[in-house]
């Protein structure tokens, strides 16, 4: 497999009907970005945007998304994140970089989801407190 290290954005205003390995659309009016998984499997990855999900950044020439892709789902299971339009793969960072990584990924879906959060350490009040924040403070300190 192919493994991307850059990706295209094309400002879109439907999903196109194919996707183009390399290339990522993004549409504002509903409000989603498409690729095509950059490890070249082929899979298609979605990755919404709103205060619960995906953060695009547009500095006017390239793109980049927050928190990382991680393709859990998917056989390949990548993990990769888009910064100014290159791909950096997990494989490419620290060992202390890839489990602070994980674990903001799984606070945040744990939090989505509402499953197997609240541990008996775990105050009331960490329900109230909006993963957005948490996932934006552990994008920050990385
Ligand atoms: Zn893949």
Redesign the pocket.
């Known amino acids: 497999?192919n493994k991307r290290a850059h990706l295209s954005p094309e400002f879109v205003d439907t999903i196109p009907a194919t996707i183009e390995q390399g290339k990522i659309y993004i549409s504002i009016d509903f409000a989603t970005a498409i690729h095509s998984?950059?490890?070249?499997?082929?899979?298609e990855?979605v990755t919404p945007f709103s205060p619960t999900d995906w953060k695009l950044v547009f500095d006017g020439v390239s793109i980049s998304l927050s928190p990382s892709i991680g393709?859990w789902s998917?056989?390949?299971?990548?993990h990769y994140w888009i910064r100014q339009n290159q791909v950096h793969w997990a494989g490419d960072w620290t060992d202390e970089e890839i489990n602070a990584g994980r674990a903001n990924d799984r606070r945040s879906k744990e939090h989505h989801y509402g499953i197997g959060t609240l541990s008996s350490t775990s105050s009331k009040k960490t329900l109230k407190k909006p993963g957005f924040w948490k996932r934006w403070f552990g994008w920050l300190i990385n």
């Open positions: 497999m998984c950059a490890c070249g499997c082929g899979m990855v393709n998917f056989p390949c299971r990548s």
